[in-house]
């Protein structure tokens, strides 16, 4: 009777015990090196994701449609690697693990707005197929607020939904768009409505990328109509004109 033959090894069993080295331009380069940290496809939009604050793994699975689960397990697993990104449990009670940007990842921030500035007039026609969220409008919109006085909470409602920025002088500093109570590299906007807004605008979608492409300055905007301003504060009055 003929020897039975044994089944080959998996390959995947012989290189579990190998690690996985990141494939890398291998160019001394600073544009290759940083490409080497942030080039994969979904990273800089979780970036964005991050810029908002501290999230959940299924809250950035939410809020990134067409990421697969195991790519954004193994871009986060990636970005804590370059220290860009860190994972930390949330005090009890919650048992809940959330993902937050170091400060060299939230040194991205002008990059993300230098590219939302690049990108903007690739929005002129929405595809049927493309998805979005309100808070993707805070980086484009905040380039057109830049020239506020008056510090404050700007609350903005769009009709896809409602976020929300830190305004004025300081806030627009050296250490980026920062939320009252953040650290120097906290986050940028935030998610929802504001606790307690300074003053809210409501516009369009479209009015806000006119705003963020120089189409239009947010005071012509408030003068024809299209951008209404809620509020009785200094904050609301500058962005009246008054």
Known sequence: MPRQQQPAERPAARSAARPIRRRSYDQFDATARALDSVGDRWTLLIVRELLGGPRRYTDLHADLPGVSTDVLASRLKDMEQSGLA???????????????????????????????????????????????????????????????????????????????????????????????????????????????PDARIVLGAEVCLDLAQGGATLTEAVKDGRVEVLGDGPLAAELRGE
């Open 86 to 196: 860190l994972r930390r449990k949330l005090p009890p009670p919650s048992a809940a693990s959330v993902y937050e940007l170091t400060e060299r990842g939230h040194g991205l921030l002008p990059v993300l707005a230098a590219l939302a500035e690049w990108g903007a007039p690739a929005l002129a026609e929405r595809r049927p197929t493309d998805a979005v969220r309100a808070h993707w409008f805070a980086l484009p919109l905040l380039g057109a607020l830049t020239g506020l006085t008056r510090e404050g909470v700007l609350e903005v409602r769009l009709d896809e939904g409602e976020f929300h920025l830190h305004v004025g002088l300081r806030a627009g500093g050296g250490a980026g768009f920062v939320l009252p109570g953040a650290e120097a590299y906290g986050a940028v906007y935030g998610y929802g409505p504001a606790d307690r």
